[in-house]
């Protein structure tokens, strides 16, 4: 069993991980599944957040459910693209984090997920905490220990 010295980095807020929300590529709620698709491969991300127009956080959209949308008996069809919203298939059932969580509910929330969006208490989208940044976090408090 791993023992740390202290367990107090566990309770830091996560707030200095978080990358902020002007980084982060992201579409906006009446986006076509067209432009989120040509967001998703120009950046190379694998899910990027779905915001409305005053930047609350409404879910996630990846390139599965783009191309899960499009999916025809006998071929892709790519010419729905246009037509689909994002907000018609993007992931809604996912946790958040907010900006006063600590890092401890960040390492229980980040192991299913590549990164967790950060919300304030407005439901405002206030960046993303990476499962790198955690554990490369979790990794610096390790390697202490070791000393």
Same mark, same amino acid.
């Given at each position: 069993m791993i023992s740390l010295p202290s367990k107090d980095f566990l309770e830091t807020p996560i707030e200095e991980f978080v990358i902020s929300s002007e980084k982060v590529a992201?579409?906006?709620?009446g986006n076509s599944a067209e432009h989120a698709l040509l967001v998703l491969t120009k950046t190379?991300?694998?899910?990027?957040?779905?915001?409305?127009?005053? /930047?609350?956080?409404?879910?996630?959209?990846?390139?599965?459910? @783009?191309?899960?949308?499009? #999916?025809?008996?006998? %071929?892709?069809? /790519?010419?729905?693209l246009g037509d689909i919203r994002v907000e018609e @298939?993007?992931?809604?059932? #996912?946790?958040?984090? %907010?900006?006063?969580?600590r890092f401890q509910r960040a390492l229980d929330l980040v192991i299913d997920q590549n990164f967790l969006c950060v919300v304030d208490d407005d439901g405002m989208f206030m960046g993303i905490l990476t499962r790198r940044i955690v554990l490369k976090q979790l990794k610096k408090q390790l390697?202490?220990?070791?000393?």
């Open positions: 992201h579409v906006q709620i190379g991300y694998s899910a990027i957040p779905v915001l409305d127009a005053k /930047y609350r956080f409404h879910g996630l959209i990846n390139a599965q459910r @783009i191309t899960d949308a499009i #999916l025809g008996m006998d %071929h892709i069809e /790519y010419e729905k @298939i993007m992931q809604t059932d #996912l946790p958040l984090i %907010h900006l006063n969580d390697y202490q220990f070791k000393r």
